[in-house]
């Protein structure tokens, strides 16, 4: 009997309690690789398996012998327990069907709570330069101003207005008048009359109060810009006068350099920007309205000046420079002062401060 057959043998009439090394030594085998090999091989050739699941039809038998003198064999087997495939097959149709009976048909009814929380709504359009020689007639920038608060009222239509804040001035016309320059004298390139554009801003300005108004109250603050600083507050003057009896609109045109507005636990300060440091914004605002700082936890500064959008923060108050719609004259092209050109609107809530913003942008 050789050593393969004592193996069989021995593992045929006793319970395997040796390791298959342990089992290689006992009969002199090579190693317990082999040991594991002969036995498995013998358990498939005679149709035999501990879990009694083993393929029962044995297609091929190959057998060679080792440089060693040890022979070894591979059996194929064809499976034909065809049965147990099926079955699990029906099982699984079965299982996927009873899942598909408790899946429910969805519909979309997703409901917010935004009509039951009030915000302010802040339309910002800064340094709109309305004159400006851009290549746009002085009617066209109006049909844009317009328009632009028009789309970006339709786009927090959704939510809850309790206010609206419409920040005017911030360089609203390009130049002081007759003079066409700023207000220290920088010559203007402007499209139409001086009395022209200061006519059509104040009614470009009551126009949007009067479509804002509609929906809510109205807060209009005047921002004095470089631009036009005198011709600003005369405008800001015409609106205070249209809305002197008026419920729904209020007009700060004070002549303080620098505005603020509280809504809930906001605080916004506007300033055009162009004279401060924006480092400097955070403690102007405490000192300069201390009461309204104290009784507030979101505090931020909206500028404009330099045309475009831009976000810092100091000690826990943001700095916002907002960007601009206005075209670029040649001066601005000639030096390659360029930026995207867009609008915002701010979303505030009352209590749980700014709810981010929404943007309309043109070529």
Not at 242 to 266: A, Q
């Amino acid at each position: 009997m050789t050593n393969k057959e004592k193996l069989i043998d021995y593992l045929q009439n006793n319970p395997k309690t040796e390791s298959w090394q342990e089992l290689a030594e006992k009969f002199n085998l090579k190693s317990g690789e082999a040991a594991r090999s002969i036995w498995k091989n013998y358990r498939f050739t005679n149709n035999e398996s501990d879990n009694k699941t083993t393929p029962n039809t044995v297609t091929k038998v190959k057998k060679w012998q080792l440089p060693s003198g040890e022979w070894r064999e591979s059996v194929t087997f064809e499976n034909k327990d065809n049965d147990r495939l099926q079955e699990f097959k029906n099982f699984k149709e079965l299982l996927l069907k009873e899942i598909q009976s408790l899946s429910k048909k969805d519909s979309f009814n997703f409901k917010t709570n935004t009509k039951d929380n009030p915000v302010a709504v802040e339309i910002s359009l800064p340094d709109f330069h309305l004159g400006k020689m851009t290549g746009e007639s002085i009617d066209d920038q109006v049909k844009l101003y317009l328009e632009t608060v028009g789309t970006l009222v339709g786009r927090v239509h959704n939510y809850n207005i309790e206010k609206f804040i419409l920040p005017i001035g911030n360089d609203l016309v390009n130049s002081e008048g007759k003079r066409a320059t700023t207000t220290k004298g920088t010559p203007q390139q402007d499209n139409a009359d001086w009395m022209d554009t200061f006519t059509l801003a104040w009614k470009m300005i009551v126009s949007s109060v009067e479509f804002l108004k509609t929906i809510a109250p109205v807060e209009v603050i005047v921002v004095s810009g470089n631009h036009a600083w005198e011709r600003e507050f005369y405008i800001g003057e015409v609106i205070s006068a249209f809305y002197y009896n008026s419920d729904l609109v209020k007009v700060n045109n004070s002549k303080e350099p620098r505005k603020y507005t509280v809504y809930g636990k906001n605080l916004i300060g506007f300033t055009h920007g162009d004279c401060e440091k924006p480092f400097e914004l955070p403690l102007i605002m405490a000192t300069e309205v201390p009461v309204e700082f104290s009784q507030t936890k979101f505090r931020e500064w909206h500028t404009g000046h330099i045309h475009k959008h831009m976000v810092d923060e100091f000690r826990g108050i943001a700095v916002k420079f907002l960007p601009s719609i206005c075209g670029e004259d040649a001066w601005h092209k000639m030096m390659g002062y360029s930026a995207m050109r867009k609008a915002q609107a701010y979303i505030y809530n009352k209590e749980t401060g700014p709810e981010g913003y929404i943007q309309v942008n043109y070529e």
